[in-house]
């Protein structure tokens, strides 16, 4: 008779699955914390790299002689080659583990990015956003990595850093790009027609070097990695395929609501992304530099504000349960959305800096208020729901994007963002329609005793 396996040593303490019940947000050890910091970083490079284009806009515009209409096309792109991506991730992730499937993806797109330096023309600069926006779907090995290596008492504040500290990476890059074409139009005299194409080395040079770290320094799982335990996982079955695991999850009604909310949180704060650097150009006259940086400080309030809204749903769950984590996703949307509406009505500058703060603080909340619940809709098909969840926020931007700001409608930005508030108010009421049998909703309590079944076995039946 063999012997049984030794017992693995952790530096956190763990749960009975080997998820850390602990998060010490400074720590390295190995492999919880070694994971969530090479998670962030490498989400970090991907979003650096899609929202490096839009604080140049005003150069490469002038340049590719681009209208508004190619403008608004581009930025569509940009999030629809998400979309599916997104989708895809989550049945990767079930199957290969994140690791694989993140660093793939980066390392795919990398090149991508590194041709924006080539293009010549308006429809080049619409098919290098759609095939950039591809890295985004990242976003959901992030979070199923995260969900793999946490407790269920601290998973909303892991998620939430995980994703906050990346989504930094679209406001890092809307102040680091324009000073990077200064520096080398400045120090080195290279014309700006040159120097806007030769600062996109960067992101992509630092969006490879993130994933070589990932695969080499990353684990899937507390145990090992994905492809030494899949095959003793409780949650996959002998007869697993990329559909079959799919459609399981597709089928699960919570994660389309989750998927639309999303899509009005997250997907607003990419439309913002994608807008705010030229709108304050545009309606306030101010320079370059400046506009990239009134951009960034929306992007940049991520550092705190998303993991607050983990936070907020951790100890919201613990004093109230499920309940709790869907008010509180429902109050910090809807404030989100009423800020929203109000950004679009200000005439001032300083009003409109100050309003829109508020509003990253609020609308990043929510996104991690969302994925404070999404770790709990199904343990079997965790990466679809994540997948769906995810690809509904860039659904959502897509449909926003095409909606108000296209370039071909007759709506003026500050219109379409007071009317994008307005559509975040009105898609977080469908969260009154989840229901968990053992945890209860909004409105009605669990209709399961506590104890009438094992807590696995009733996510195994999801």
């Known amino acids: 008779m063999e012997p049984p396996p030794p017992t693995p040593h952790f530096s956190l303490p763990v749960d009975a699955d080997h998820k850390a019940t602990e ?161 080398l139009t400045d120090c080195f005299q290279i014309p700006s027609s040159t120097a806007w194409r030769a600062a996109f080395v960067v992101p992509a040079v630092f969006q490879s ?17 994905y492809s030494c335990k899949k095959s003793s996982r409780k949650t996959c079955g002998s007869g697993n395929n990329f559909f079959t695991v799919l459609f399981r999850g597709l089928r699960n009604y919570r994660g389309w609501v989750l998927g639309l909310t999303y899509g009005y949180c997250f997907g607003v704060e990419l439309t913002a992304d994608n807008i705010l650097a030229e709108y304050f150009y545009d ?32 100890e919201m769950g613990r004093r109230f349960g499920m309940r709790g984590r869907l008010w509180s996703l429902w109050v910090v949307q809807t404030v989100a959305g009423l800020l929203c509406v109000l950004l679009g009505r200000v005439d001032s500058l300083w009003g409109s800096v100050v309003v829109m703060c508020c509003f990253s603080v609020f609308v990043q909340a929510a996104s991690g208020l969302t ?48 009317l994008m508030g307005l559509m975040m108010i009105v898609s977080t009421l469908s969260l009154a329609l989840i229901y968990f049998p053992k945890w209860g909703g909004m409105f009605c309590g669990p209709s399961l005793e506590p104890n009438s079944e094992d807590e696995e076995d009733y996510f195994l039946l999801e």
């Open 209 to 225: 070097v993130t994933a070589i770290l990932v695969l080499i320094y990353g684990q899937d799982l507390p145990d090992g990695n």
């Open 283 to 314: 309606r306030f006259g101010v320079d370059v530099d400046v506009a990239g940086a009134i951009a960034a400080s929306f992007g940049l309030a991520n550092v705190v504000s998303r993991p607050a809204g983990g936070v907020v749903s951790d």
């Open 23 to 183: 998060f010490r947000l400074f720590s390295l050890s190995s492999p919880h914390m070694l994971a969530f910091h090479l998670s962030w970083l490498s989400l970090f490079s991907n979003f650096f790299s899609t929202f490096s284009i839009p604080p140049l806009l005003s150069l490469i515009r002038s340049d590719l002689q681009l209208s508004s209409t190619d403008i608004g096309r581009a930025g569509i792109a940009a999030f629809t080659g998400s979309i599916f991506a997104r989708l895809a991730m989550g049945p990767a992730c079930d199957l290969f583990g994140p690791r694989i499937a993140s660093s793939t993806l980066s390392l795919l797109t990398a090149p991508v990015v590194l041709s924006v330096s080539l293009i010549q023309s308006p429809l080049s600069f619409i098919l290098v956003r759609f095939l950039i926006g591809f890295s985004l779907a990242n976003f959901v090995a992030n979070q199923f990595w995260m969900s793999s290596m946490f407790s269920s008492n601290v998973v909303g504040l892991a998620n939430g850093f995980a994703a906050g500290w990346a989504n930094v990476g679209s406001g890092a890059t809307q102040l680091l790009m324009p000073l990077i074409v200064s520096l």
């Open 371 to 418: 994925f404070g619940v999404v770790p709990f809709v199904s343990q079997r098909s965790l990466g679809v729901i994540s997948g769906m969840t995810g690809s509904g926020g860039t659904v959502g931007a897509v449909v926003t994007q095409l909606l108000l700001f296209s370039g071909s409608n007759q709506f003026s930005t500050q219109t379409g963002i007071s």
